[in-house]
C-alpha cells in the first residue's frame, strides 16, 4: 500500500554490526507490525505495537528490538545477538488493534549478511 | 499459541478451472481470517478475509469458507486466469494468548495457472 514505506528497500549487514529498518505509514493507523519471511515460508511475527509508546513480543522477538516514539513510525533493529538475520522483513500496519481490521502492508526491506 | 497449517504448497490448474486452498488452525478463540497473495518479491496483498461470526463471504471469483466447528476455513479461485498465479497465504488471528495482535500465518501455496 502507498500508505506504508519501508526503507531501504536492500540491507546488508556486517558481523557483530546492528543495522535498523525503517516503517513509516501516513494511515494514522494506531497499530504496526514486523514479520520475518524467510523462503518458502509464511510470514511470523516479530514485534507489534498497539499505542505510542508501547510494543510487545512476538513469536521470533529474540535479537530484535523497537521502539515507537511517534504513531507513524516502527523501526526496528536487527542486533547482532539475530544469528541468522537473511531473510525479508515485512512491516505493516492495521487501524486498531484487537478489532480484526485488515493487515497491511510495505514493500519489504531484503536483508542479506555480508 | 495459533498454528496454521496450509494445503497444498503447490497446486497447478489449467486456466479457466477452479481452485481451492485449505488452512486448518488450532485455536478455537481465533475469530479473524485473511487471504493474502504475494507475487514474487512483492508485499502481501489483501484479498479476502472473513470473521468468524459468518460462515462464507464472496468477492467476484474468490470465496472463502469458514467452518469454526472443523476449524478449518478455505479460499476457492473460479475461472482462474494466468494473473492467479502467485503464492497465497492464509492467515488467523486470536483473541487468546495474552492480547496477541499478529497474525500467525500459513507456510503458503503455490498457485501455477497453465495455459
Known amino acids: 500500500d502507498g500508505g506504508i514505506t519501508q526503507s531501504p528497500k536492500y540491507l546488508f549487514r556486517k558481523e557483530g554490526q546492528n543495522v535498523t529498518l525503517s516503517c513509516e505509514q501516513n494511515?494514522?493507523?494506531?497499530?504496526m507490525y514486523w514479520y520475518r519471511q524467510d523462503p518458502g515460508q509464511g510470514l511470523r511475527l516479530i514485534y507489534y505495537?498497539?499505542?505510542?509508546?508501547?510494543?510487545q513480543k512476538g513469536d521470533i522477538a529474540e535479537g530484535y528490538s523497537v521502539s515507537r516514539e511517534k504513531k507513524e513510525s516502527f523501526p526496528l533493529t536487527v542486533t547482532s545477538a539475530q544469528k541468522n538475520p537473511t531473510a525479508f522483513y515485512l512491516c505493516?500496519?492495521?487501524?486498531?488493534?484487537?478489532?480484526?481490521?485488515?493487515?497491511?502492508f510495505g514493500d519489504g526491506t531484503r536483508l542479506s549478511i555480508l | 499459541g495459533e498454528n496454521v497449517e496450509q494445503h497444498p504448497s503447490t497446486l497447478s490448474v489449467q486456466e479457466g478451472d477452479s481452485a481451492v486452498i485449505k488452512c486448518t488452525y488450532s485455536?478455537?478463540?481465533?475469530?479473524?481470517f485473511p487471504w493474502y497473495k504475494q507475487e514474487l518479491g512483492k508485499r502481501p496483498q489483501l484479498i479476502i478475509d472473513?470473521?468468524?461470526?459468518?460462515g462464507e463471504k464472496k468477492d467476484q471469483r474468490i470465496a472463502v469458507t469458514l467452518n469454526k466447528t472443523a476449524k478449518h476455513f478455505s479460499l476457492h479461485i473460479t475461472e482462474t486466469q494466468p494473473e492467479d498465479s502467485a503464492v497465497y497465504f492464509c492467515?488467523?488471528?486470536?483473541?487468546?494468548?495474552?492480547?496477541?495482535?499478529?497474525?500467525?500465518f500459513g507456510k503458503g501455496t503455490h498457485l501455477i495457472i497453465q495455459p
Open positions: 505493516a500496519s492495521s487501524i486498531a488493534p484487537g478489532q480484526n481490521q485488515p493487515q497491511h
Open positions: 494511515l494514522n493507523h494506531d497499530a
Open positions: 505495537s498497539q499505542i505510542v509508546n508501547d510494543f
Open positions: 485455536d478455537s478463540a481465533s475469530n479473524y
Open positions: 472473513i470473521r468468524s461470526n459468518v
Open positions: 492467515a488467523a488471528r486470536s483473541n487468546s494468548g495474552g492480547g496477541a495482535d499478529g497474525l500467525t
